[in-house]
Protein backbone atom coordinates (compact mmCIF):
# COMPACT_ATOMS: atom_id res chain seq x y z
CA UNK A 1 0.00 0.00 0.00
CA UNK A 2 1.37 3.35 -0.71
CA UNK A 3 -0.28 6.01 0.68
CA UNK A 4 -0.31 9.27 -1.02
CA UNK A 5 -1.74 12.41 -0.69
CA UNK A 6 -1.56 15.87 -2.35
CA UNK A 7 -1.28 18.37 -0.04
CA UNK A 8 1.95 18.27 1.69
CA UNK A 9 2.85 21.14 4.26
CA UNK A 10 6.50 21.29 3.17
CA UNK A 11 5.94 20.44 -0.22
CA UNK A 12 1.84 20.44 -1.73
CA UNK A 13 1.99 18.63 -4.91
CA UNK A 14 5.20 17.24 -4.68
CA UNK A 15 3.67 13.69 -5.82
CA UNK A 16 2.70 15.13 -8.93
CA UNK A 17 6.25 16.56 -9.86
CA UNK A 18 8.11 15.27 -12.67
CA UNK A 19 11.05 13.16 -12.23
CA UNK A 20 12.81 11.69 -15.15
CA UNK A 21 10.07 12.17 -17.59
CA UNK A 22 7.12 10.47 -15.21
CA UNK A 23 5.13 11.70 -11.51
CA UNK A 24 7.00 10.82 -8.06
CA UNK A 25 4.04 8.75 -7.74
CA UNK A 26 4.34 7.09 -10.66
CA UNK A 27 7.81 6.21 -10.18
CA UNK A 28 7.39 4.84 -6.78
CA UNK A 29 4.39 2.75 -7.40
CA UNK A 30 6.92 0.96 -10.36
CA UNK A 31 9.59 0.80 -8.52
CA UNK A 32 7.18 -0.66 -5.78
CA UNK A 33 5.64 -3.44 -8.71
CA UNK A 34 9.20 -4.15 -9.67
CA UNK A 35 10.15 -5.66 -6.83
CA UNK A 36 7.95 -9.03 -7.10
CA UNK A 37 7.41 -9.20 -3.57
CA UNK A 38 3.43 -8.28 -3.34
CA UNK A 39 0.44 -9.77 -4.34
CA UNK A 40 -1.17 -6.36 -5.04
CA UNK A 41 0.12 -2.87 -5.19
CA UNK A 42 -2.25 -0.07 -4.43
CA UNK A 43 -2.00 3.47 -4.37
CA UNK A 44 -4.13 4.96 -1.46
CA UNK A 45 -5.19 8.85 -1.82
CA UNK A 46 -7.92 10.81 -1.52
CA UNK A 47 -6.73 13.06 -4.37
CA UNK A 48 -8.30 12.60 -7.69
CA UNK A 49 -5.50 13.81 -8.95
CA UNK A 50 -3.14 11.35 -7.60
CA UNK A 51 -6.16 8.59 -8.65
CA UNK A 52 -6.34 9.66 -11.93
CA UNK A 53 -2.35 9.53 -12.63
CA UNK A 54 -2.00 5.64 -11.41
CA UNK A 55 -5.11 4.89 -12.90
CA UNK A 56 -4.32 6.30 -16.25
CA UNK A 57 -1.09 4.73 -16.34
CA UNK A 58 -2.60 0.73 -15.88
CA UNK A 59 -2.19 1.06 -12.19
CA UNK A 60 -4.27 0.22 -9.00
CA UNK A 61 -5.58 2.76 -6.94
CA UNK A 62 -7.86 3.25 -4.19
CA UNK A 63 -10.34 6.69 -3.10
CA UNK A 64 -9.89 6.78 0.23
CA UNK A 65 -13.65 7.61 1.90
CA UNK A 66 -12.38 9.89 4.55
CA UNK A 67 -10.01 12.46 5.95
CA UNK A 68 -7.34 11.10 7.71
CA UNK A 69 -4.25 11.96 9.87
CA UNK A 70 -1.87 9.67 8.87
CA UNK A 71 -0.96 6.87 6.04
CA UNK A 72 -0.91 4.73 8.55
CA UNK A 73 -4.78 4.88 9.18
CA UNK A 74 -5.28 5.67 5.25
CA UNK A 75 -4.11 1.97 5.05
CA UNK A 76 -5.80 0.97 7.70
CA UNK A 77 -9.22 1.81 6.08
CA UNK A 78 -8.06 0.61 2.96
CA UNK A 79 -7.47 -3.03 3.83
CA UNK A 80 -9.90 -3.63 6.41
CA UNK A 81 -12.00 -5.78 4.42
CA UNK A 82 -9.29 -7.55 2.34
CA UNK A 83 -8.15 -11.07 3.32
CA UNK A 84 -4.08 -10.44 4.43
CA UNK A 85 -1.96 -11.15 6.67
CA UNK A 86 1.29 -8.38 6.26
CA UNK A 87 0.50 -5.33 4.82
CA UNK A 88 3.43 -3.39 3.84
CA UNK A 89 3.73 0.76 3.60
CA UNK A 90 5.68 2.24 1.21
CA UNK A 91 5.89 6.39 1.00
CA UNK A 92 4.76 7.81 -1.68
CA UNK A 93 7.81 10.21 -2.08
CA UNK A 94 10.10 7.09 -2.22
CA UNK A 95 10.84 6.72 -6.35
CA UNK A 96 13.85 4.78 -4.83
CA UNK A 97 12.46 2.02 -3.41
CA UNK A 98 14.20 -1.43 -4.14
CA UNK A 99 13.60 -5.29 -3.67
CA UNK A 100 16.77 -5.75 -0.75
CA UNK A 101 15.51 -3.79 2.06
CA UNK A 102 11.73 -4.70 1.44
CA UNK A 103 12.78 -7.88 1.73
CA UNK A 104 14.48 -7.64 4.92
CA UNK A 105 11.59 -6.04 6.63
CA UNK A 106 9.43 -9.00 5.16
CA UNK A 107 11.79 -11.79 6.53
CA UNK A 108 11.60 -10.19 10.02
CA UNK A 109 7.62 -11.61 10.08
CA UNK A 110 8.87 -15.07 8.66
CA UNK A 111 11.17 -15.25 11.50
CA UNK A 112 8.73 -14.09 14.48
CA UNK A 113 7.60 -17.63 14.94
CA UNK A 114 5.56 -16.62 18.31
CA UNK A 115 3.90 -13.70 16.66
CA UNK A 116 5.33 -11.39 19.21
CA UNK A 117 6.33 -8.75 16.13
CA UNK A 118 3.54 -5.97 15.51
CA UNK A 119 5.16 -4.13 12.94
CA UNK A 120 8.79 -3.89 11.34
CA UNK A 121 10.46 -0.54 9.93
CA UNK A 122 13.44 0.28 8.38
CA UNK A 123 16.76 2.33 9.64
CA UNK A 124 19.77 3.61 7.96
CA UNK A 125 23.13 4.73 9.70
CA UNK A 126 23.78 8.74 9.44
CA UNK A 127 27.01 10.74 9.92
CA UNK A 128 26.68 13.99 9.00
CA UNK A 129 25.71 16.26 11.74
CA UNK A 130 23.56 18.79 9.88
CA UNK A 131 21.32 15.88 9.20
CA UNK A 132 21.26 14.58 12.48
CA UNK A 133 20.18 17.56 13.68
CA UNK A 134 18.12 18.31 10.89
CA UNK A 135 14.06 18.06 12.40
CA UNK A 136 12.91 17.06 8.81
CA UNK A 137 15.15 13.66 9.04
CA UNK A 138 13.15 11.51 11.56
CA UNK A 139 15.50 9.88 14.17
CA UNK A 140 15.40 6.39 16.04
CA UNK A 141 17.18 4.64 18.73
CA UNK A 142 16.66 0.83 19.06
CA UNK A 143 17.75 -1.78 22.14
CA UNK A 144 19.78 -4.42 21.85
CA UNK A 145 17.35 -6.59 19.94
CA UNK A 146 16.96 -3.65 17.50
CA UNK A 147 13.06 -2.48 18.80
CA UNK A 148 12.66 0.95 18.41
CA UNK A 149 12.48 2.76 21.98
CA UNK A 150 12.13 6.04 20.56
CA UNK A 151 11.47 8.28 17.50
CA UNK A 152 12.26 12.03 17.44
CA UNK A 153 12.91 14.52 14.78
CA UNK A 154 15.42 16.04 17.54
CA UNK A 155 19.15 13.80 17.44
CA UNK A 156 19.18 11.28 19.56
CA UNK A 157 20.27 10.29 21.88
CA UNK A 158 21.51 13.92 22.80
CA UNK A 159 25.63 13.96 22.18
CA UNK A 160 27.06 15.40 25.06
CA UNK A 161 30.24 13.34 24.80
CA UNK A 162 30.60 12.68 20.66
CA UNK A 163 33.41 10.30 21.61
CA UNK A 164 31.10 8.20 23.66
CA UNK A 165 30.48 5.71 20.40
CA UNK A 166 26.55 6.33 19.76
CA UNK A 167 25.40 5.33 16.39
CA UNK A 168 23.07 7.49 14.70
CA UNK A 169 19.75 6.14 12.57
CA UNK A 170 17.55 8.08 9.69
CA UNK A 171 14.15 5.89 9.75
CA UNK A 172 12.95 4.83 6.73
CA UNK A 173 9.56 5.60 5.95
CA UNK A 174 8.70 2.11 4.88
CA UNK A 175 6.66 -0.18 7.54
CA UNK A 176 5.35 -4.20 7.24
CA UNK A 177 2.33 -4.65 9.36
CA UNK A 178 0.55 -7.48 11.07
CA UNK A 179 -3.12 -6.49 9.61
CA UNK A 180 -4.13 -6.24 12.98
CA UNK A 181 -1.52 -3.79 14.26
CA UNK A 182 -2.46 -2.36 11.75
CA UNK A 183 -6.28 -1.74 12.59
CA UNK A 184 -5.95 -1.49 16.24
CA UNK A 185 -4.07 1.75 14.99
CA UNK A 186 -6.96 3.33 13.37
CA UNK A 187 -8.89 2.90 16.51
CA UNK A 188 -6.35 3.94 19.31
CA UNK A 189 -6.51 7.83 20.19
CA UNK A 190 -3.13 10.45 19.14
CA UNK A 191 -1.75 11.15 21.75
CA UNK A 192 0.03 14.16 22.95
CA UNK A 193 3.86 12.24 22.30
CA UNK A 194 2.94 11.30 18.45
CA UNK A 195 0.99 15.30 18.20
CA UNK A 196 4.70 17.18 19.38
CA UNK A 197 6.49 15.15 17.44
CA UNK A 198 4.23 14.72 14.32
CA UNK A 199 5.51 10.71 14.09
CA UNK A 200 2.80 8.42 13.31
CA UNK A 201 4.46 5.31 14.41
CA UNK A 202 5.30 7.06 18.07
CA UNK A 203 1.50 5.88 18.34
CA UNK A 204 2.46 1.68 18.45
CA UNK A 205 4.79 2.76 20.97
CA UNK A 206 2.79 4.77 23.30
CA UNK A 207 -0.05 1.97 23.24
CA UNK A 208 3.06 -1.18 23.65
CA UNK A 209 3.04 -2.06 20.11
CA UNK A 210 6.77 -4.00 19.21
CA UNK A 211 8.49 -2.28 16.32
CA UNK A 212 11.39 -4.67 15.07
CA UNK A 213 13.60 -2.23 13.50
CA UNK A 214 16.11 -3.49 10.24
CA UNK A 215 19.30 -2.08 9.42
CA UNK A 216 20.23 -1.40 5.73
CA UNK A 217 22.77 0.16 4.08
CA UNK A 218 20.15 1.90 0.76
CA UNK A 219 19.11 5.35 1.68
CA UNK A 220 18.62 7.06 -1.38
CA UNK A 221 16.24 9.82 -1.40
CA UNK A 222 12.81 10.81 0.05
CA UNK A 223 11.24 13.99 -1.55
CA UNK A 224 10.26 16.35 1.12
CA UNK A 225 11.32 19.66 -0.49
CA UNK A 226 12.27 21.29 -3.84
CA UNK A 227 16.10 20.24 -3.02
CA UNK A 228 15.35 17.01 -2.22
CA UNK A 229 14.08 17.01 -5.64
CA UNK A 230 16.40 18.12 -7.69
CA UNK A 231 18.69 15.72 -5.59
CA UNK A 232 16.70 13.34 -6.62
CA UNK A 233 16.88 14.41 -10.63
CA UNK A 234 21.08 14.07 -10.25
CA UNK A 235 20.64 10.33 -8.67
CA UNK A 236 17.88 9.09 -11.06
CA UNK A 237 20.84 10.18 -14.08
Given amino acids: MIPARYSASRFPGKLMQDLAGKTVIQRTYEATVATNLFDEVYVVTDSDIIFDEISKHGGKAIMSTKTHESGSDRIAEAVADLDVDIVVNVQGDEPFTERDSLEKVLEVFKEDHHGEIDLASLMVEIHDWEEINNPNTVKVIVDQQNFALYFSRH ?52 YGKRIKMVETSVEGVEIDTPEDLERAKKLWK
Fill in 155 to 206: AIPFPRDKNAGARYFKHKGIYAFRKQALLDFYELPMQFIEATEKIECIRYLE
